[in-house]
Each structure stands twice: as structure tokens, then as C-alpha cells.
């Protein structure tokens, strides 16, 4: 993540609460006095935002949450104004400043936290993101999408074949829109891998992540979007945190000691992308399967061990990113070698 950037002494403190239809923004002057308008979701509305935040003659910090296509738009007109410096924050995280606030809770006051927020909080400036990039996110939360649907109507033409009273009329138009529905995602399939030979960098990106153990090209072209978009300064430890994949713990006291649990508090698509390849890995890789069997020893449940899997994974990839070589389980894991050897040996 960028370094905290200093703040000038007339630096204006913005915060907007992004809705599908409007913006509600709230504006702390140097002085300390609060300024509060309401503006449309939209192309117009983000320009006449722009403008009124130019008036004041000085830079501007704002602070928004990241709410998927109702902000994207909105950040990327932010973030090409001179005259504004701009944060994409996690919705989690300002729940969590907000609950130290007491105010009741709407639109203006949800605005006057992300205006508070950018005042008393170390500011990271926002990293636009590629447009390619864009794209492919695009494409592949799509095919998730599709492929959720997919499931759902598999499991029902399953159910209905089991059943004696489903008439061959619904099993036949569920089979012909599974049928139909195949070829939508190989179509979006086929966009997502045209989308990525357009740029070398996620080219190049894409077959590294395929000669890893355990991702495949449909899991290579989730893991990629959803990588793609991070900010290039960020550290491996940041990337497990915007994933949610980091631990959380829950103690209190000495008579409170809840077992550890992932946080959650990051990128679910991430997760979910990561999930299959690791599954897969632990089969066909020593060193996870190692590590993930070391883990079990533990007393580890499988559950456990899976996400933990799922975590060296994304450092695996963040690893080959960064270096741009090719996945190397021994320097992942060089304590597990001598368990690989073993293992080995054994077969």
C-alpha cells in the first residue's frame, strides 16, 4: 500500500455515501465548519460534484467506500480531477471507525463518518485501475455469476429426475437452458482469455498461474481479475487481508480464548477463487499436501487446514507476481522439505 501521505494544514475533508441513484456528500472546511449536499449517481452528477468541490481552491481529501459499479465510476472521475486526492476504503472498516461515533445512521451522517475518516485517519491514495483490468473483473464475476446459476438449475433438473411426478415437459426446457447456458460462459470464457492476450503483463500473469499446482485455466482467469485490480505497492500480508483469509482472533480477558477464525473481511470473490486450486493443490503438490497434512497433526480441522492451504496459495501467487518465476514449492516451504523427502520415500 502507498505510504500515508501528509496533510496540508488547508487540505478540505470529504466524504461521500455512494447509492445506486444519488451521492450524499459531506465536507469538513479548514475551519472546522461542516458543508453538506446531495448530487445524482451519474455522469452529470459526478461532473457537477467535481465542480462544486473545485471551489474551494485547495486540495480536497475524499473518502468513499467501495461499493462495486455504484462507486467505480464515481472514483475514476475523482481520481482524474486535479484538485482531489482520493481513498476507495473498505466498507468494513469504516463500520468499524463509524461504530466509535455516536450518531444516528443515514445518509448525511454515513457521509460525515467518511468526511471524519479522511480527517483523523492516515490517507492512502487510491490506485486507479487498468483498463483491461477493469474488464476482466468484469468478465469473470460474470462467469461466477453464471456458473451459480448453472448449479442451481443442475440441482434441480437432478431432483426432478429422481421424482416421479416432474413432468417431461420442465425437464426437457431445464436441460435446453443448461444447454443454453453452457454456451453463455464458454462465450464469456472465451471474451476473458481474449481480454488477457491484449495486455503482456496478464498474459504473462495468466501462464504463471497455470503452471502453478492446482490452478487450472478457469480458476487462473478468477485468481487473475481478481488480482489484477490490487494496488502495486501493496505486500503479501496486505493481499491476505484484502482477501479476508487472515486470521482473526477473539479473546477477552483470561476466561475468553475463541478459536481463531478467518476474518472474512476482504474480498469474497477472492476466496472463492482461491478455494478449488486449493483443494486441488493438497492433492497434487507435496508441499501442500505436506503442509496441509502437518496442519491436520495439529488437530487441525480439514476446514482449517483448507483455508490455511488457500492462504500460502496467495502468497505463492503473489510471489511469482512479483518475481514473475515460476511457482517453487521449496522456497514456499523450506521447513517442509524434509517432510516432502519423507513422503517420498515412502510411496
Known sequence: M???????????????????????????EPDQSLAQREFANSSSGHKALIVWLGRRKTMVRVSLEATGIYSL?????????????????????VNRFAQTLVRSQNDASAALVLAEYSQRMPFAAWVAPSGKGLQLRALARHIDSLVTQQTREMNRLHALEGSRTAPRAVVQDIKRALAFQARRIAKMRSAARETIAADAQLEERFRLLTETPGIGEISAIQLL????????????????????????????????????????????HLRRALFMPALAAVRCDPHMKAYYETLQARHKTKLQALMAVARKLLHAIYGIFKTQTPYDGNRLFPKCNLAVELQSSSR
Open 225 to 268: 481479475a481478481e488480482t489484477a485490480l490490487l494496488a502495486p505497492g501493496l505486500t503479501v500480508r496486505q493481499w491476505v487481508a484484502h482477501s479476508g483469509l487472515d486470521p482473526a482472533h477473539h479473546d477477552s480477558g483470561t476466561s475468553v480464548h475463541k478459536r481463531p477464525r478467518i476474518s472474512r473481511a476482504g474480498n469474497r
Open 2 to 28: 502507498n505510504k500515508p501521505v501528509l496533510t496540508p494544514p488547508s487540505t478540505v475533508f470529504c466524504g461521500i455515501d455512494v447509492s445506486a441513484g444519488s451521492l450524499a456528500v459531506a465536507l469538513i
Open 73 to 93: 465510476d464515481l472514483a475514476l472521475a475523482l481520481h482524474a480531477a486535479p484538485h482531489i486526492e482520493l481513498a476507495v476504503l473498505n466498507p468494513k472498516l
